[in-house]
């Protein structure tokens, strides 16, 4: 069973390896973009990032974590962006769309990360890591499967709309609930990963907020 999923994955990635390509550069672009707009900040802009986050450290070293709001705010964020890729997939201008979600993503993590390590330096990349890489190492591989997918699907529909017969579209339904599920699925590792930055993230952020 677990080689047959592995086979399929292989084919899958063989199959679609330019679109990989595609939406891992976007991706890298939007990491690429919000570190150099932290360069970019006027110095009272920073100030107040600053401040907001000497505060933000102060909170959670003093104030018990509330993991089920966490959840559910990670839940909203990841499954609406994951559910918008869905949505756009099924639309003939989908694919621009969706890597743009996905580049938005790459710039917020490139963003935050490249504020703390400007200011905090080898501590910045500490808290980054303890506070970022535990979920996104489910959440952004999912969202990046899920993009890749959307856009295979958004090109299937212009295709068979070139091609308009019964069976064509039949086959774009029969492919439609295959993609559903599949998103379906894959979504079950963003909740995975949503569930580490409510439970997990927080104890190990709270740790070393005392020394920061």
């Known amino acids: 069973m677990i080689k047959r999923f ?35 900040l006027a110095d009272n802009q920073k100030q107040e990032l600053i401040n907001y986050m000497r505060s ?5 070293s003093n104030k018990s974590i509330d993991a089920s709001s966490i959840l559910k705010q990670s839940l909203i964020n990841n499954l609406q962006t994951a559910a918008l890729i869905w949505i756009l997939g099924i639309t003939v201008i989908g694919a621009p ?30 808290f980054s890591f303890i506070s970022i890489f535990p979920q996104n190492l489910f959440i952004i591989p999912s969202i990046i499967v899920i993009g890749v997918i959307g856009i295979g699907f958004s090109k299937m529909i212009i295709r068979n709309r070139k091609n308009r017969t019964y069976s064509s ?42 020394y920061m």
């Not at 969706?98 to 990349?125: C, H, M, P, S, Y």
Request: glycine share 8%; aromatic share 16%; charged share 10%.
């Open 97 to 126: 769309l969706i890597l743009l979600l996905i580049a938005i993503r790459g710039l917020i993590i490139g963003f935050t990360v490249g504020f703390l390590v400007e200011q905090l330096g080898f501590k910045g990349i500490l």
């Open 6 to 40: 592995q086979i399929i994955v292989l084919k899958h990635i063989q199959g679609n390896v330019f679109i990989y390509f595609i939406v891992c550069m976007f991706f890298i672009i939007g990491i690429s973009s919000g570190a150099f707009t932290v360069k970019a």
């Open 56 to 60: 933000f450290f102060q909170v959670l």
């Open 169 to 210: 579209n039949d086959n774009t339904f029969r492919q439609f609930i295959l993609y559903s599920t599949i998103n379906s699925f894959i979504s079950l590792f963003i909740i995975f990963g949503c569930m580490i930055e409510a439970y997990i993230t927080p104890v190990f952020m709270k740790a070393l907020s005392k």
